[in-house]
């Protein structure tokens, strides 16, 4: 089965973190959605996303294809419904396009009116959906339970060193080289999850869930705690609670992040915090690129959302609900603006426009550092968005 994940409408009210990849690649839990589906499925599958995104991202196509909305999370329920679905056959839910199969002309010539003469089939089953930014961390205890069970079933943690303070030890697992010594690790009923080659510096201090990819690093007396993801060979230290780092990130010295999201490639300088909570405790409103307006998010604790490639300067404060494009750099004192525009350069006093060569400059250095190659794939991408968001900056 030929299995294509694609982006539907929404994929807007996600910017900016699917300015740079499909709405499937996105990481909540341990696995990123489209790990998710393949873990259920036992399958390669590939995406219907942008065209600017196709080459890094290209879509197989074959004679047949099963196409599932990529920002559905997989439950048995929906997976068994999706297996039944007959061809030319539209699986909804509350106005959502689920799935459907369609063959290879159809996948070719796609867009959303090809379903015109499809049978409308609503189903029945309950499943959660990244809509917005804040899903990725609201929904992060659920669903790092959910891969917890999958990636470790039928399977034996290495163990932990004598050093360590631990309870609910059925509920640790710790992957092969991972290092770990004089540590707390407390699961408080949720799961702890220490991916390959992870390393736990001395006096850190976990409680709750964790998920921490290959090759991350928790630095000396790191507090984690509340449903925290730390994507593969990212560096977090300080204080974190309930966040998603999606992956090649660091944070690694103190200062609070909080009920965030933050790309892939971006460095939060030292001592930077965020707030998560207004003083007068009202719902929290973020900047949407959809509707280009603040919308409120239902949301009392909502803090950080950064695309791919930012960084802060030492000491920089964000407001509650806070929104940074992909390739900005931001320092200074003070509190800067709520919704800051990819590649923009500056802070509270002001911002302007962050050269676009000299981003590319600096994004091929830190990919280096990491042995991958800064090539004419992401060049292409990096340039689209300068483009694509060069009406935000008109703003600032």
């Known amino acids: 089965m030929n299995i294509i994940l694609f982006d539907d409408k929404n994929r807007n009210d996600l910017l900016p973190l699917t300015y740079t990849r499909p709405i499937a690649e996105l990481r909540v839990g341990i696995l990123k959605i489209r790990e998710k589906w393949e873990k259920r499925f036992s399958v390669k599958i590939s995406f219907l996303t942008e065209n600017y995104l196709r080459d890094k991202f290209p879509m197989v196509i074959d004679d047949e294809n099963l196409i ?181 990130s660091n944070k690694a010295h103190d200062g609070f992040l909080g009920n965030s999201v933050i790309g892939e490639w971006c460095n939060i300088g030292a001592d930077t915090n965020n707030s998560n909570l207004k003083n007068n405790y009202t719902e929290v409103k973020l900047w949407n ?23 802060c300067g030492i000491n920089t404060m964000f407001n509650t609900g806070t929104v940074v494009g992909v390739s900005a750099n931001i320092f200074g004192s003070g509190f800067p603006r709520n919704f800051i525009p990819s590649f923009s350069w500056g802070g509270k006093s002001g911002f302007s426009t962050y050269n676009l060569s000299k981003a590319i400059e600096t994004a091929a250095i830190v990919m280096k550092r990491r042995s991958i190659k800064f090539d004419d794939k992401e060049k292409f991408i990096f340039k689209k968005i300068f483009e694509n968001s060069s009406k935000y900056r008109v703003k600032i």
């Open 68 to 248: 599932i909305n990529g920002s559905i999370i997989p439950n048995d329920d929906i997976i068994n419904e999706i297996k039944l679905l007959k061809k030319n056959c539209l699986l909804v839910k509350d106005n959502v396009l689920v799935a459907s199969f369609v063959n290879k002309e159809q996948i070719k010539k796609f867009n959303f009116s090809i379903f015109n003469k499809f049978n409308l089939q609503e189903a029945k089953s309950d499943f959660c959906r990244i809509a917005y930014p804040w899903d990725i961390f609201r929904l992060n205890e659920q669903e790092i339970k959910n891969d917890f069970q999958i990636l470790t079933k039928n399977r034996v943690s290495s163990e932990l060193d004598s050093s360590n303070n631990f309870t609910e030890q059925e509920n640790i697992f710790i992957e092969a080289g991972a290092s770990i010594r004089f540590v707390t690790l407390n699961p408080a009923g949720g799961y702890i999850y220490i991916g390959k080659d992870a390393e736990i510096m001395e006096g850190s201090l976990i409680r709750g869930s964790l998920a921490m990819c290959n090759n991350s690093v928790l630095k000396l007396g790191a507090k984690i705690y509340g449903a925290v993801t730390i994507g593969p060979f990212s560096k977090i230290g300080g204080e974190v609670n309930n966040s998603v780092i999606q992956g090649y």
């Open 289 to 311: 690129y959809n509707e280009e307006r603040f919308i409120l998010s239902g949301l009392q604790f909502c803090g950080l959302i950064m695309g791919d490639h930012s960084k």
